[in-house]
């Protein structure tokens, strides 16, 4: 059970936009900044968004990231079939003293 | 090129110990916190430690605690990961990663290839 709670799945078909939830607290991303990170099978993972919806240099403008109180979203606009991966969320935790991550969701271009 | 090379896995009985290293190129080491983060079998990431740029302040996950101590050596850009009574669910691919922003927050910018690590009798 992770701390930081995603959807297992997601899904959408090339062109459509697309958008994954993470929910947390006010330990965590209630106080804390979020980043999200896209993961391809038997590859490391790669910084999509840091300091909750700051891109780094690369990643296409057609993904972008907000946070609310407690929730965060990333959204992908233009879905194309390089956006299928695993997509985690993570923050800091005060009360735990240590990182955490959501449990990832597995995004299916159809 | 910016570089972070894992090693130090390998097949390991319960109870028995492991030292990992994170060797660090093509930045000012020194300046960064850093962080290990780990991924069992079809899992997700997990986080396991994390230490600042002077080696002063770790931060571990309350599974690893006790057992697991996180240093580096800034003179020789490394960092390192001892670990000790190793359990069967310590079994996963080990992660080493930069730390974008320092150490109590989450930007990872830069990660390793990791190094695998099996706990098996």
């Known amino acids: 059970q992770s701390v930081l709670t995603q959807p297992p799945s997601a899904s959408g078909t090339p062109g459509q936009r697309v958008t994954i939830p993470c929910s947390g607290s006010t330990s965590n991303i209630g106080r804390n900044s979020v980043s999200w990170y896209h993961q391809l099978p038997g590859t490391a993972p790669k910084l999509l968004f840091y300091s909750d919806d700051q891109r780094p240099s690369g990643v296409p403008d057609r993904f972008s990231a907000s946070k609310s109180g407690t929730s965060a979203s990333l959204a992908i606009s233009g879905l194309q079939s390089e956006d299928e991966g695993e997509y985690y969320c993570?923050?800091?935790?005060?009360?735990?003293?240590?990182?955490?991550f959501g449990g990832g969701t597995q995004l299916t271009v159809l | 090129q910016v570089h972070l090379v894992e090693s130090g896995g390998g097949v390991v009985q319960p109870g028995r110990s492991l030292r990992l290293s994170c060797a660090a190129s093509?930045?000012?080491?020194?300046?960064?916190?850093m962080h290990w983060v780990r991924q069992a079998p079809g899992k997700g990431l997990v986080w396991v430690a994390s230490l600042s740029y002077d080696g002063r302040k770790k931060y571990y996950a309350d599974s690893v605690k006790g057992r697991i101590t996180i240093s580096r050596d800034n003179s020789d850009n490394t960092m390192f990961l001892q670990m000790n009574s190793l359990r069967i669910d310590d079994t996963a691919l080990y992660y080493c990663?930069?730390?974008?922003?320092?150490?109590?927050?989450?930007?990872?910018?830069?990660w390793g290839q990791g190094t695998q690590v099996t706990v098996s009798s």
């Open positions: 990663a930069r730390g974008l922003q320092g150490v109590r927050v989450t930007s990872f910018d830069i």
């Open positions: 993570a923050s800091w935790d005060d009360s735990l003293n240590g990182a955490v």
């Open positions: 093509g930045f000012t080491f020194k300046n960064y916190g």
